[in-house]
Nanobody, 127 residues
Framework: QVRLVEAGGGLVQAGGSLRLSCAAS????????MGWFRQAPGKEREFVAA????????YYADSVKGRFTISRDYAKNTVYLQTNNLKPEDTAVYSC????????????????????WGQGTQVTVTS
């Protein structure tokens, strides 16, 4: 079992930044690829970013490329999502997720590939 707890959401004006964090506990953090997903009211959950266990291989949704950065700190068992130049359309509940990183299995961008989920943190961007 992996327990994930997000933090760092809030209310921000367009153009602003937030740093989301996701603290992992339980089984070995180093064995899991980590992802961020978001869901806005009335919309489906969508992939935002993911990072493999090597800490170097990353994936981003086109809508956030160049604005968001995912990273992980093995000493703190934490994954971060730095969000810059936020837009009103970024408003959503952001959730982190974990999946075993085994032999390049899957795309790392599909929600159904992830086994463990946090409770989410709200990000609201005003215009």
């Amino acid at each position: 079992q992996v327990r994930l707890v997000e933090a760092g959401g809030g209310l921000v004006q367009a153009g602003g930044s937030l740093r989301l964090s996701c603290a992992a506990s339980g089984r070995s953090f180093s064995a899991y690829a980590m992802g961020w997903f978001r869901q806005a009211p009335g919309k489906e959950r969508e992939f935002v970013a993911a990072v493999r266990t090597n800490g170097v291989t990353t994936y981003y949704a086109d809508s956030v490329k160049g604005r968001f950065t995912i990273s992980r700190d093995y000493a703190k068992n934490t994954v971060y999502l730095q969000t810059n130049n936020l837009k009103p359309e970024d408003t959503a509940v952001y959730s982190c997720a974990a999946r075993e990183d085994v032999l390049n299995s899957g795309s790392y961008t599909a929600y159904y590939e992830y086994n463990y989920w946090g409770q989410g943190t709200q990000v609201t961007v005003t215009s």
